[in-house]
């Protein structure tokens, strides 16, 4: 979660093929979909969100090759994306960084761990976040 935070994507990308041996490996998370733009993404820092196949094609023009690609945070993709749609709806700017109640909080974070068990076997089609694994 880096890249989408500095002005010029492709430079940073740049600046990490140059710090990187050959064969090294670069790992790249952001968030997915600009129709998700909300509050969160200002309170945040973000400059922009990406599709996993327009993150692709950045790094490839930075001269890496892409390894794997995968969404994540797919299984709370749902509600995520109705919040998020929601408060457009009401022209909410607020962002959604408040910690909800510890037991529901467990339970968020149980259920978005699971994942971790799937995104390196298999390529998840749609999520929050976009995971990159790319080689130099």
Known sequence: DVIEHGDDDGAALAVARRALAT?????????????????????????????????ARRVERAGFRVAQRSYFNTLLFPGIALVRLGKRLRRDTRHDLRRPPAPLNRLLAAVFSLEGLVVPRVSLPFGTSVLLIAHR
Do not use: F, K, N, Q
């Open 23 to 55: 064969g090294g490996i670069l790992l790249v998370t952001v968030p997915a979909y600009r129709w998700l733009w909300s509050g969160h993404d200002l309170a945040l820092g973000h400059r922009r969100r990406y599709t996993a196949r327009e993150l």
